[in-house]
């Protein structure tokens, strides 16, 4: 078991990259379902603002950019 547990440690670069084992053992025994389910939306949700918001000031940029005025 801990031998398997080392081996996926291996194949996991963003978590070694963040260094959240931690995190990672809470989302996968500490939550319950709906909780993880919830968090995921959240952050989806988060995300997809980030990414409308960027994507609205670059259209603006560039609008300004090609203003004739």
């Not at 959240?42 to 005025?69: A, C, P, V």
Request: aromatic share 8%; no cysteine; charged share 40%.
């Amino acid at each position: 078991m801990e031998k398997n547990r080392e081996r996926a440690k291996e194949k996991r670069p963003a978590i070694q990259k963040f260094e959240q084992e931690k995190l990672v053992e809470l989302l996968s025994n500490k939550m319950s379902g709906s909780e993880l389910n919830t968090l995921f939306l959240e952050m989806f949700r988060r995300r997809s603002t980030d990414n409308m918001l960027g994507e609205l000031l670059r259209h603006y940029k560039e609008n300004q950019k090609s203003s004739w005025i």
